[in-house]
Nanobody, 116 residues
Framework: QVQLVESGGGLVQAGGSLRLSCVAS????????MGWYRQVPGKPRELVAR???????NYAETAKGRFTISRDNAKNTVYVQMNSLKPDDTANYYC??????????WGKGTLVTVSS
């Protein structure tokens, strides 16, 4: 089993920055992709950014140019640096690990609130 624990959420003013971290523990398979998703009440969970085992990244259009995802495989950690935050970025942010056979693991989420 894989456990994911997010940290780094909080309250920030519009235009500010936050860095979210997610540490994976347990029996972690190799060749996994990791990513960040977000969700607001009443809406489906949506991709923010994703990074492949080899470091290839992809971003939601809303995140391009503002957010940067990275991973430290030695620490089993994935990060997302979020700059130029907007009130629309307010959401619960969830860490995801997807194995090479497409099994998904999720963290419990960390709340990001951006005030105007």
């Amino acid at each position: 089993q894989v456990q994911l624990v997010e940290s780094g959420g909080g309250l920030v003013q519009a235009g500010g920055s936050l860095r979210l971290s997610c540490v994976a523990s347990g029996i972690i398979p190799s060749g996994n992709a990791m990513g960040w998703y977000r969700q607001v009440p009443g809406k489906p969970r949506e991709l923010v950014a994703r990074i492949s085992p080899g470091g290839k990244t992809n971003y939601a259009e809303t995140a391009k140019g503002r957010f940067t995802i990275s991973r430290d495989n030695a620490k089993n950690t994935v990060y997302v640096q979020m700059n130029s935050l907007k009130p629309d970025d307010t959401a619960n942010y969830y860490c995801n690990l997807q194995t090479s056979d497409y099994k998904d693991y999720w963290g419990k989420g960390t709340l990001v609130t951006v005030s105007s």
